[in-house]
């Protein structure tokens, strides 16, 4: 059972534009969400994380959007380089012990 | 500072044979994690090691695999009698410390088996 659904599984947009990326949960206790960034042959690399008790969180480009209530979470990139073509992943956790993934978002920005 | 590494990079082995791969945390993280990444696919977790603390292994997906942590740093996975669907990459992570929940990644060590 996929305990992180994410959507979609690739997308294509032109350089400034905005990708979205979103994923779903199920399970209530988790409460931390990482997104992170993986190029080829190289392993992930955290991007931005959030907690629930807040709704949105920005660090630079990369913007989360969180709905508690809707068990949503989305990954928003503003003004899309060519340099962020790579595949992206959303997680979710409850304890740190285990972290789950979703199956990964390969994004190709066009110049 | 250094950042995690793994050993080898690449491992081609014969199906039925055991293997071995290694990953070095970040010096002074005291929680490490195994995944394993198949082709097209997240990240599926395999074992946890937190300090001092029995490893939650519940995620291992047979006995064929064990995975072990010296002095609370190198770790090593350890695949026995291997299968054709062992082959992926697979990644190790370290944390600062439980609480902290970011996770760094290695380059992980692309597996292959004939």
């Known amino acids: 059972q996929q305990q992180v659904k994410q959507s979609p599984q690739s997308l294509i947009v032109q350089k400034g534009g905005i990708p979205i990326i979103n994923c779903a949960y199920e399970?209530?206790?988790?409460?931390?969400f990482p997104w992170y960034q993986q190029f080829p042959g190289k392993g992930p690399a955290l991007l931005i994380a959030?907690?629930?008790?807040?709704s949105e969180k920005k660090e630079g480009r990369f913007t989360i959007s969180f709905n508690k209530s809707a068990k949503q979470f989305s990954l928003h990139i503003m003004d899309s380089q060519p340099g962020d073509s790579a595949t992206y992943f959303c997680?979710?956790?409850?304890?740190?012990?285990?972290?789950?993934f979703g199956t990964g978002t390969s994004l190709t920005v066009i110049p | 500072g250094a950042g995690v590494s793994q050993s080898p990079s690449n491992k081609v082995t014969e199906k039925g044979k055991d293997v071995e791969l290694r990953c070095d945390p970040i010096?002074?993280?005291?929680?490490l994690y195994w995944y394993r990444q198949s082709l097209g696919q997240g990240l599926e977790f395999l074992i946890y090691?937190?300090?001092?603390?029995?490893?939650?292994k519940s995620g291992l997906p047979s006995d064929r695999f064990s995975a072990e942590r010296t002095g609370g740093s190198v770790s090593t996975l350890t695949i026995q009698r291997t299968q054709q669907e062992d082959s992926a990459v697979y990644l190790c992570?370290?944390?600062?410390?439980?609480?902290?929940?970011?996770?760094?990644f290695g380059p992980g060590t692309r597996l292959t088996v004939t």
């Open positions: 992570a370290s944390s600062k410390r439980r609480s902290s929940y970011e996770q760094y």
């Open positions: 399970n209530t206790a988790f409460d931390y």
């Open positions: 959030i907690r629930p008790d807040v």
């Open positions: 997680a979710a956790s409850s304890t740190g012990n285990q972290f789950y």
């Open positions: 010096s002074g993280h005291t929680a």
């Open positions: 090691f937190q300090g001092n603390s029995a490893p939650d």
